[in-house]
């Protein structure tokens, strides 16, 4: 018995450790969530300590003592291991979900790191783009026909790097932007006048709209790659916000799963 106690008692301070471990590992940076015992801090619990007469009656054998603590080591082992395993499978959804919106740091996710990729629906904000465009819509600013289309493209402070001042990069831009794709003696292929400035990244991303005809989009796309903007196509209406929307209420709740774990409901629920 005496062996056997002692080996019980080196996987008993091994689990501990290994719970302590992970509560540190998931808490929150800057948490002030510690373990407890019985709600009780570790200097509390040995000052006060009393013996559980409910659990450990003074009447059972050692052997039933000891097999009742080896059954809830192997009840918090267990339970220590499904959180482990319900955090795992929250934080890989958001990661998931970050990636699918375009997102591909989840340390880092600004909207400036992600502004070439993440969706156009939750980038342009009807109140931001009104703002920008004085009074404009969406829909207003989006033109869709048989013979014209609105794209979006993105210009970077690298791609007109001469220019020192967001002014002068806006300026020069729109002095091109009419002749994207334009051969000498060929047709304009955007429409005059047509760029709106929709957003400023404070990172020196400009992004605008342009109408241009829609038979020349695969030419204007080459002439943009050539000058290093970046062209994105809208895909906006109602079912296109219904889904973005439902994709950002479901990455929020994932989120706040993933906290809730960190900061240690999970735990105090479950054991």
């Not at 809830?72 to 795992?88: A, G, L």
């Not at 796309?221 to 290093?228: I, T």
């Not at 479901?250 to 900061?263: D, F, Q, R």
Request: hydrophobic share 35%.
């Amino acid at each position: 018995m005496s062996d056997e106690m002692g080996k019980m008692d080196s996987t008993l301070r091994s689990l501990l450790e290994k719970i302590a471990k992970t509560f540190h590992d998931m808490s929150l940076e800057g948490s002030n969530n510690k373990l407890t015992i019985d709600g009780q801090s570790l200097r509390q619990f040995l000052e006060d300590f009393h013996w559980d007469e409910t659990r450990f009656p003074e009447r059972a054998t050692l052997g039933e003592h000891k097999n009742l603590i080896q059954r809830d080591m192997k009840h918090y082992e267990n339970e220590m291991k499904k959180m482990i395993q319900k955090y795992q499978d929250v934080h890989s959804n958001v990661i998931a979900m970050k990636r699918k919106r375009g997102w591909g740091s989840t340390e880092c996710l600004t909207r400036s790191t992600n502004i070439l990729t993440t969706p156009l629906s939750l980038l342009l904000k009807e109140e931001e783009v009104m703002k920008s465009t004085k009074g404009m819509s969406l829909k207003q600013v989006f033109v869709e026909s048989e013979y014209l289309q609105t794209v979006v493209l993105i210009i970077s402070s690298l791609a007109l790097a001469h220019c020192l001042t967001c002014r002068s990069q806006e300026k020069e831009f729109l002095a091109k932007d009419a002749n994207l794709g334009r051969e000498e003696g060929e047709v304009a292929k955007v429409l005059p006048g047509s760029a709106r400035r929709l957003l400023v990244d404070g990172d020196g991303y400009m992004v605008y709209s342009v109408v241009i005809l829609k038979k020349y989009l695969k030419k204007i796309q080459e002439a943009c790659r050539e000058n290093r903007y970046t062209l994105r196509l809208y895909e906006g209406g109602e079912a296109s916000s219904k889904k973005e929307e439902d994709s950002e209420v479901a990455l929020a709740e994932n989120e706040a799963k993933e906290k809730k774990i960190k900061v240690g409901e999970v735990w105090a629920s479950e054991g």
